[in-house]
């Protein structure tokens, strides 16, 4: 059974950090790649993010030089370090499995129906960026 559960979100002010981490279990060596999906109001379900077998590290445009993605496979995680970041990172933050998009694709709906077709999710960790 594939599982992945994330951590690290909270409540920033605009400028601050946070690192958000997600550990996995259940994947094949030959998963096509480790992402990280958003849902905003405005932008629907993003692609912040993906580490791919394939093409390497990807980021949305909108994240470029504020977001780092990494991955540690001895301990089974994977993570996004957000720094500079702005009211408009506030979102829920999804670690997905079996990504074979690049950086910045959106699904044009919510991540709820997406995900019911495409991947293996966590549940989500909220991220809050205010004043």
């Known amino acids: 059974e594939v599982q992945l559960m994330e951590s690290g979100g909270g409540s920033v002010q605009p400028g601050g950090s946070l690192t958000l981490a997600c550990t996995f279990s259940?994947?094949?060596?030959?998963?096509?790649?480790m992402g990280w999906f958003r849902e905003t109001p405005d932008d629907g379900c993003e692609l912040v993010s993906v580490?791919?077998?394939?093409?390497?590290?990807s980021y949305a445009d909108v994240v470029k030089g504020r977001f780092t993605t990494s991955q540690d496979n001895a301990k089974n995680t994977m993570y996004l370090r957000m720094v500079g970041l702005k009211l408009e990172d506030t979102a829920v933050y999804y670690c997905?499995?079996?990504?074979?998009?690049?950086?910045?694709?959106?699904?044009?709906?919510?991540?709820?129906?997406?995900?019911?077709?495409?991947?293996?999710w966590g549940q989500g960790t909220q991220v809050i960026v205010s004043a």
């Open positions: 580490i791919s077998r394939a093409d390497g590290i």
């Open positions: 259940g994947l094949t060596n030959d998963v096509a790649g």
């Open positions: 997905v499995a079996g990504v074979e998009y690049t950086g910045g694709f959106k699904y044009g709906g919510p991540c709820a129906t997406f995900r019911r077709y495409y991947g293996f």
